[in-house]
Structures are given as structure tokens and as C-alpha cells.
């Protein structure tokens, strides 16, 4: 996974490209948010077998992607479902194994129907949960480098960016070769390793709290979209505002389809092609207020069934992208 912070953006600080390293352990998870009578509190966990105060977290099982380990964690470990916003930090450190253990974490509020419908007992792993404010949250965690994390979520708060909503720019997954395929280009279908790449970035998106399907009428964005919409049990909406033949002869309207998504104020998923994604993520940098820079083309650049998440402020989508990270399926 990428990281990008958008230049211009709300918030000052910035996240580091993480770096692929040999032998280490990785996992992901989140710092909790809800807010309670008008305050801000955070979830914290006490571990049985470690007697420490930490931020729920756990080691990403194979085949998945961090994202989905960061959502599926928190909920074994408190019982809680949630959907991811802003990423804030990566801790790294060494284990007695001597590997090095890399923790993705985001920022993820707790619904409080989400809340309500927690079965969460004290158990072998976890002894309690408990919401507190940021303020007593780091004079309880036990470690350092949650310290660290927690410190750049507070800066997310004092920018007034904690609520955000993302909007997705997927491309779309392995298709046929142009050589392989004797029809009408837009008809040209997945192939069999696009089709397993279709069902593995579930997961993920459905981390993001996706709630709307958007993608261009091309057989093999309809076909990306597929297992995602039935998982969701939503509809998806196809057009040829965001295909590439219409790009290619000039009569896209990118500008509308991502103006209504970013006025929605709702996490939705956009599935193109490969030209036509730099043009969305531009779209997108205008429609926000956004500078351009470099980050917007390396987030455009996609290999098939990789997408990029952009993060909007959902109280003013016109103060910036608070942070664009970059995800690419293990398929």
C-alpha cells in the first residue's frame, strides 16, 4: 500500500511511503473514534496475555490486503464493525523473533449502532475495551509507537478533517489481450486471473464503507464491479461518461460524474481504464480545491484491479483531499 499526502491539503503533516521489508511480520488496525455528549473519546484494549493498553490491531491473514485485516481486527478484537477513513502513520518495530513487525493503522469511526450491535465479552486475548479522551489515552498506552499514531490522529482533530468520506478510483481487473479478442473493444471480457482479481478487492473496498458503484458500460468494468455489487446487494450504475471510447472521441463528461459523487458526500467507487483515470483523479483535485502535484499522476497510475483512495473532508469537500492512498490486489 501507497500513501499520499495531498499538497495544499487540510492537514500539515505527512505520510511516508512505506517500504517493503524482508521477513517482517505485517498487520494493521485502526485508532477508534466515537463521539460521546459532544467530546471526542478513543478505543483502547487491554490484552490479557500482555497486561498492556494498546490500539486494536492484528497480523493481515494470507490473501488478504491491509485494509480488510485493519477492519476485520477490529471487530474480533471488540466486537465492533467499522469502516476505515483517513490512514494515520505506520508503526514499525522489531520483535524477540528479531523480525520487524509493520503496523498499518487508520482512523475509523464507530457508529453507534455499530456500538449497540457489539457482542464483545472479556475474553483470553482481550480483557476490556474502554473509551477515553486523547488526553488519557497517552497516559495509558503502553507503547511508544502508538503514541506516535495517536499523535497524528490528534492532528486530524485539530485540522477539523476527522470526518471524512473517500471516493475510489478503481481500475478496472485483468482483461483479454486486444490480441486474443476478436470483438468490439468494450465487449472485451475479463480474463480468468481479472475474474479471481474481481472477487479478492471485495474485501478491501467493502473496508471503505463503499455504498456506490460507478462504472464506465466497458464489459470488463462492469465485470470488475460485479462481485462488489452482489456483495452489497447494490445495483451498479454504468456509463459511458467514464469509458475510454468515449474518452478516446472526446465526449466524456468526467467532471459531472465526479461532481455529483463528491457533493453526495457518500464513499463510492469509480471502475475506468487506465487513460482515463488521470483525467477522474484531476476531476477530483478541481472539485475539492485541491493542488496539483505529482502525487495525483503516481495515484493514477494503477496496474489492473489496483485502486486509489481519495479522502474528503465530509463537513467542507472543498478544503482539500485530506490523503490518497494507493492499493494493488495480491492476485
Known amino acids: 500500500m501507497t500513501v499520499r499526502q495531498a499538497e495544499g491539503s ?18 494493521a488496525g ?18 490479557t496475555k500482555y497486561r498492556d493498553v494498546t490500539l ?12 480488510e485485516t485493519a477492519v476485520r481486527e477490529v471487530h474480533e478484537e471488540t466486537g465492533i ?8 502513520g505506520v508503526s514499525r518495530y522489531h520483535l524477540a523473533s528479531t523480525k520487524q513487525k509493520v503496523v498499518h493503522y487508520w482512523a475509523a469511526e464507530a457508529t453507534e449502532d455499530a456500538i449497540r450491535a457489539s457482542t464483545f465479552v472479556p475474553n483470553r486475548e ?38 471524512t468520506f473517500p471516493i475510489v478510483a478503481l481500475r478496472h481487473a485483468k482483461a483479454l489481450s486486444r490480441s486474443e479478442w476478436d470483438g468490439a473493444d468494450a465487449a472485451r471480457p475479463l480474463s480468468e486471473r481479472g475474474r479471481h482479481q474481481a472477487k479478492s478487492i471485495v474485501g478491501p473496498l467493502r473496508a471503505f ?6 462504472t464506465s458500460d466497458a464489459v470488463r468494468c462492469v465485470d470488475t464491479v460485479k462481485p462488489l455489487a452482489k456483495s452489497l446487494e447494490r445495483k ?8 475510454q471510447d468515449a474518452w478516446e472521441d472526446g465526449t466524456a463528461d468526467l467532471r459531472s460524474i465526479v461532481g455529483r459523487r463528491v457533493r453526495s458526500g457518500k464513499p463510492a467507487v469509480l471502475c475506468s481504464h487506465g487513460p482515463v483515470l488521470p483525467g477522474l483523479l484531476a476531476e477530483i483535485s478541481l472539485a475539492t480545491g485541491t493542488i496539483r502535484g505529482s502525487y495525483l499522476s503516481s495515484a493514477a497510475d494503477l496496474e489492473p484491479a489496483a485502486f486509489s483512495v481519495v479522502h474528503l473532508s465530509a463537513t467542507n469537500p472543498g478544503s482539500g483531499i485530506i ?3 494507493t492499493h494493488v490486489p495480491k492476485v
Open 209 to 214: 464503507g463503499i455504498r456506490k458503484i460507478v
Open 126 to 163: 482481550i480483557a476490556a475495551i474502554e473509551w477515553v479522551s486523547v488526553k488519557k489515552a497517552r497516559a495509558r498506552l503502553s507503547y511508544p509507537v502508538d503514541l506516535e499514531i495517536l499523535d497524528f490522529f490528534d492532528n486530524l482533530v485539530d485540522d477539523g478533517v476527522l470526518h
Open 10 to 27: 487540510a492537514s500539515a503533516q505527512s505520510l511516508a511511503r512505506p517500504k517493503t521489508v524482508e521477513k517482517a511480520v505485517y498487520a
Open 30 to 47: 485502526a485508532v477508534v473514534w466515537r463521539i460521546v455528549d459532544g467530546k471526542l473519546r478513543i478505543l483502547l484494549i487491554h490484552r
Open 236 to 243: 451498479a450504475v454504468r456509463t459511458e461518461q467514464i469509458s
Open 323 to 325: 490523503a490518497i492512498e
Open 56 to 67: 486494536p490491531k492484528g497480523k493481515v491473514d494470507p490473501g488478504e490486503m491491509l485494509a
Open 81 to 88: 464493525r467499522v469502516s476505515l477513513g483517513v490512514p494515520v
